[in-house]
Nanobody, 123 residues
Framework: QVQLVESGGGLVQAGGSLRLSCAASGRTFSSYHMAWFRQAPGKEREFVAAITRDGATSDSGDPAKGRFTISRDNTKNMMYLQMNSLKPEDTAVYYC????????????????WGQGTQVSVSS
């Protein structure tokens, strides 16, 4: 199994930037495909971005395109989400997720989840 802990959330003004981190422990981090999802109050969990085990391929959902960048460092057991040009509608709890086999946009396919980190963007 893998344990995931997100950090880096906080309150930022619109137009600002944040970098979220996801620290992994347990089984070999490089064995897992990874992803970021987010959930705003009263809304369903939403795909943000995903990255393959080796970091060679990534996929970004609509919220991320042109503004967010997913990356990972397998030597440090870390995944990141660099978020630029933040908007109030980016306010949500951001979760990292991992799976040995699945790399995609469906949250129910990921077997391991962190506890989430709150991102709040003020206008």
């Amino acid at each position: 199994q893998v344990q995931l802990v997100e950090s880096g959330g906080g309150l930022v003004q619109a137009g600002g930037s944040l970098r979220l981190s996801c620290a992994a422990s347990g089984r070999t981090f490089s064995s897992y495909h990874m992803a970021w999802f987010r959930q705003a109050p009263g809304k369903e969990r939403e795909f943000v971005a995903a990255i393959t085990r080796d970091g060679a391929t990534s996929d970004s959902g609509d919220p991320a395109k042109g503004r967010f960048t997913i990356s990972r460092d397998n030597t440090k057991n870390m995944m990141y989400l660099q978020m630029n040009s933040l908007k109030p509608e980016d306010t949500a709890v951001y979760y990292c997720a991992a799976d040995l086999w699945y790399m995609g946009r469906r949250s129910n396919e990921f077997n391991y989840w962190g506890q989430g980190t709150q991102v709040s963007v003020s206008s």
